[in-house]
């Protein structure tokens, strides 16, 4: 399973049948997606979480983090992402 707080592990991921995001658990019934784009790099977020009232799965598209933008060196802007982290905050012992 991807590892999604990883740029590199996202980047490698294809496109499931359906449109069906890649899922990673963050706790139970709570869930974090990535569905890559077919077209260009990227991609898109989702969250999944489960209500055992209704027995059912609740999914929602996360809006996009902005770019920031920045000036090289000639005082041209570029953007970048936003977090070049790979901080898991499932993972313990990293810092």
Same mark, same amino acid.
């Given at each position: 399973m991807p590892d999604l707080s990883r740029i590199g592990d996202r980047e490698k991921l294809k496109?499931?049948?359906?449109?069906?995001?890649?899922?990673q658990r963050l706790?139970?019934?709570?869930y974090l997606?990535?569905?890559p #784009? $077919?077209?260009?790099?990227?991609?898109?977020?989702?969250?999944?979480?489960?209500?055992?009232?209704?027995?059912r799965n609740s999914r929602k598209?996360?809006?996009?983090?902005?770019?920031?933008?920045t000036r090289n060196k000639d005082g041209e802007k570029r953007t970048k992402e936003r #977090? $070049?982290?790979t901080v898991?905050?499932?993972?313990?012992g990293r810092g």
């Open positions: 496109p499931k049948a359906g449109d069906e995001p890649h899922w706790r139970q019934g709570c997606g990535y569905r #784009s $077919k077209k260009m790099a990227g991609g898109t977020w989702f969250a999944r979480v489960y209500d055992p009232e209704t027995n598209r996360l809006e996009a983090a902005p770019a920031l933008v #977090s $070049k982290s898991n905050p499932l993972k313990k």
